[in-house]
């Protein structure tokens, strides 16, 4: 995952911010800054809800 949370629970950040950086996180991703799965080469097959190819 790109993003930790844990700042809630050790009190560095608040409900709002995490959420407001999660956010910008989501934003420069749908904007197209690369993840850093992407960038390890772990981007394309990571959620295949489907099973690709022939299926018996």
Known sequence: ????????VDGRL????????LFQLMLAAAS???TKSE???L????F???QLGAVM
Request: hydrophobic residues 30%; charged residues 20%; contains cysteine.
């Open 1 to 8: 995952m790109d993003y930790d949370c844990g700042g809630i």
């Open 14 to 21: 608040s409900i709002a911010q995490a959420g407001e950086a």
């Open 32 to 34: 197209g800054t690369r």
């Open 39 to 41: 960038l390890n080469g």
């Open 43 to 46: 981007g394309d097959n990571e």
């Open 48 to 50: 295949v809800p489907w």
